[in-house]
Every structure is written in structure tokens, then in C-alpha cells.
């Protein structure tokens, strides 16, 4: 069965410093990975998806994703953090037809 | 379009009260997905429908818990009785679809649910 773990339930970092949220995949057949996320009080929004093409996939708000799949993996980065980044983020894979599962989550936190 | 909407935006109940949540989804999706958010379990899949019909409730707790699509624009999750370990973050999610690639679910804002 699909699933992804997300390391790290919590990560923080500096304004302007690089953002990194790790997610590993288990798939036995090509996935379709997702990155959400979940401002508070709010629901979760896409922030990309990876679907067997470009395996480097460019986001909403400065945010882009790198499909490895010699690592399984598919790591969530933006070059400098803002403020406004920090909320929930989930990585997600697709286990059939329109469903996801999704990891546990990474809280990034942004100090000034 | 408003997006996926809930109702309500929170809920606090006793214990073996009926709770009922609603949802609206986004006109013209075709899917519909009922989620459970708790700091223990994360997000979990409960039922999800398409084009009314329910395809998969395996991640239903257990039979208090019962979900209706009467039509496209409107669905419920209802507890009956509810517990305090119902206590969580209820979200709903709509998503169209187009030929067979994956299409991306578009989130409520949530029914945060407290069981007393």
C-alpha cells in the first residue's frame, strides 16, 4: 500500500533562511505526490503535485518540489522563508483513483 | 465561486447527543470527501462519494457514524450517538473530475467538533 512519511514534526527557521520539509514515499507503483498546506483555523490548500512528469515541480508562493526517485523522496523547498510561510504542511500520495493519504505533517515555524 | 462550504464552523455537544455536519460542495465536482483531523490520527479519510453515490467508507469509525449525499450540492456526516473521543477537526472536500488524471480536492474551512 501508498503511503509517505514526513520527518520532522516540527521545523524552524530564520526569515530569508532556506526552507527544507522531507517527505519519503512507499509506492509499488509509479506515485502521484502531493504537498498541502493548512493555515490556522483554515483548510488545506495545494501547494503542487507531481504526476510522472517534470520530476522538478514548481508550487504556488515560491514553493517547488523535487521527485527523487533513487531516494523515494520528494522534498518540499523555498529558497527564503517569509513570515507569512508558516502554517501546516502535508505531504500526500495518491492510492487510488481520486483518494490520498496523507503524512502527519511538518509545522514550520518563521521567526523574524 | 464561494468553495467548499461547512456547517457549522464549530459544534460542542454532550456526550450521546446526535451531531449532524453539512456540506456544500463546489458546484459542477463530482467527488466529495468527508475528512477526520486529530492531533493523534492526523487527517483520515472517512467516506468519500462520486456523482452521489458513496464509493468508499472504510475509514468510518465504526456504525455511529453515517454520511448521506441527497444530491450534488449538499452532504451530511452525522454521529449518533457522539462520544468525546469524536472531539476533532471535521473537513470536507470537493474535487472535479477530467478524463482519468488525478484532479486537486479543494478543502473546507473545517467543523471543529467538541464532545463533552
Known amino acids: 500500500a501508498q503511503s509517505v512519511t514526513q520527518l520532522g514534526s516540527h521545523v524552524s527557521v530564520s526569515e530569508g533562511a532556506l526552507v527544507l520539509l522531507r517527505c519519503n514515499y512507499s509506492?509499488?507503483?509509479?506515485?502521484?505526490l502531493f504537498w498541502y498546506v493548512q493555515y490556522p483555523n483554515q483548510g488545506l490548500q495545494l501547494l503542487l503535485k507531481y504526476t510522472s512528469a517534470a520530476t522538478l515541480v514548481k508550487g504556488i508562493n515560491g514553493f517547488e518540489a523535487e521527485f527523487k526517485k533513487s531516494e523515494t523522496s520528494f522534498h518540499l523547498t523555498k529558497p527564503s522563508a517569509h513570515m507569512s510561510d508558516a502554517a501546516e504542511y502535508f505531504c500526500?500520495?495518491?492510492?487510488?483513483?481520486?483518494?490520498?493519504?496523507f503524512g502527519t505533517g511538518t509545522r514550520l515555524l518563521v521567526s523574524p | 465561486d464561494a468553495g467548499v462550504i461547512q456547517s457549522p464552523r464549530h459544534e460542542v455537544t454532550e456526550m450521546g447527543q446526535e451531531v449532524t455536519l453539512r456540506c456544500k460542495p463546489i458546484?459542477?465536482?463530482?467527488?466529495l470527501f468527508w475528512y477526520r483531523q486529530t492531533m493523534m490520527r492526523g487527517l483520515e479519510l472517512l467516506i468519500y462519494f462520486n456523482n452521489n453515490v458513496p464509493i468508499d467508507d472504510s475509514g468510518m469509525p465504526e456504525d455511529r457514524f453515517s454520511a448521506k449525499m441527497p444530491n450534488a450540492s449538499f452532504s451530511t456526516l452525522k454521529i449518533q450517538p457522539s462520544e468525546p473521543r469524536d472531539s476533532a477537526v471535521y473537513f470536507c472536500?470537493?474535487?472535479?473530475?477530467?478524463?482519468?488524471?488525478?484532479?486537486?480536492?479543494?478543502f473546507g474551512p473545517g467543523t471543529r467538533l467538541t464532545v463533552l
Open positions: 509506492s509499488s507503483v509509479p506515485p502521484y
Open positions: 472536500a470537493s474535487s472535479p473530475v477530467a478524463g482519468s488524471s488525478y484532479n486537486e480536492q479543494f
Open positions: 458546484s459542477g465536482h463530482d467527488y
Open positions: 500526500a500520495v495518491r492510492t487510488g483513483f481520486q483518494k490520498l493519504v
